[in-house]
């Protein structure tokens, strides 16, 4: 499974330089998906991709991290074994975010070493304070997600089907997020010890780094 992440990790698509294979041209005349002022149907799809491609590498380093810590502990089998499952969920988001850069030829976050050592970091501090910490973090992390991926299917749709299978693939990885979030609730995060500010710092850091992710 490890081997599985690792692979999932390895940046697609991108050659020595960071020069783009297949960039796609935006057609001539599109319609704006977004109001601001120069964003167009295409680099507003590029970005989706860009930001759901990092997330998705950041998901599977935070569950990482966590396994870290709690694999390591033999009483700590039950939140192990759910914590595999979710990242499991986590690397075929990612491989199927690496597949989508490379067909088209998005250019990934500049950030990707950055995510790696945060997401990790996140995680494992969150485990090391608790296993009810450590669902808070999911909790907190997967309602983020559950919004944006909200958020974007909306603005696909108004693609009227041109992106549907784009739509499709985000709602099914929605559905999963919002699975992990439930069960980390069930699991008693809002127990966890200063649940509300947890929680908050965690999903501010979360919105942040779509903003930043989305553009670099
Ligand atoms: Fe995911
Ligand atoms: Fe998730």
Known sequence: MAKRADMALRRPGVRKGGVRRNPRKSPSGHQRLSEQPGVTRG???????????AGEYGAVR????????????PHKRK????????RDEEVEHLSKFNELI??????????TPFWHVAG????AATALMGEKAAHACTAAVEEVIDDHYRGQIEKLKDLGGEEAELAETIEKFRQEEVRHKEEALAEGAEQAVGYPLLSGVIRTGCKLAIRVAEKV
């Open 102 to 111: 490379r067909e088209r030829g998005v250019r990934p976050t500049v950030l």
């Open 43 to 53: 680099s507003a799809v590029e970005e989706m991709v860009r930001v759901d491609h």
């Open 62 to 73: 935070i569950y990482s991290g966590q396994l870290a810590v709690f694999e390591r502990l």
């Open 79 to 86: 939140i192990t074994a759910s914590l595999l499952h979710m």
């Open 120 to 123: 990790f970091a996140l995680g």
